[in-house]
């Protein structure tokens, strides 16, 4: 039974009591029950719009995929790897650098690492990247494994 139905139930209820318009009582209960009924259109009303803007978020949706498949295309091999978001390209390299000010993360790219020096977008405090020990004369890592240090892209490389 809908909020409507329920309401004119309980107002047929009340008109079958047979009661007294005149006295206040019944003045009081037909204005509660008029309220509620006013209150059941209301929430209609709202269930209605929520509706229709559930549709339109629906199409939105559809639309944006359109869009994205456009834009991105399918996976070029075909093992679903692609359909994850990624906030980066494979193509570039990208590292997470700790400032030591204020102790949040930020991540750049391979070229600003190279700079040298970078200013926190956080807090400004300068921060440096000193690569002197990272490669020793026969280009391998300063771990000994012998591979270049760009195999090493997770590593911070903050001094």
């Not at 009340?14 to 204005?31: F, N, R």
């Not at 190279?114 to 020793?136: K, T």
Request: hydrophobic content about 30%; overall charge negative.
């Amino acid at each position: 039974m809908t909020l409507s139905e329920r309401i004119a139930y309980i107002r047929g209820l009340a008109e079958g009591l047979g009661l007294d318009e005149g006295k206040d009582e019944v003045k009081v209960l037909s204005a509660i029950i008029d309220l509620l009924e006013d209150m059941a259109y209301d929430v209609q009303d709202m269930e209605d719009i929520v509706d229709e803007l559930g549709d339109q978020v629906d199409e939105i949706d559809e639309d944006l995929a359109e869009v994205e498949e456009e834009l991105y295309g399918e996976c070029e091999c075909g093992c679903g790897c692609c359909d994850e978001d990624e906030d980066f390209s494979d193509d570039d390299a990208y590292y997470e650098v700790t400032c030591g000010k204020c102790g949040e993360t930020i991540v750049i790219d391979e070229d600003a690492l190279l700079e040298g020096e970078i200013v926190c977008p956080n807090c400004s405090e300068p921060l440096e990247f000193d690569f002197s020990g990272l490669m020793d004369e026969d280009w391998g890592c300063d771990c000994g494994c012998e591979h270049a240090p760009d195999d090493h892209a997770d590593e911070d490389l903050m001094s």
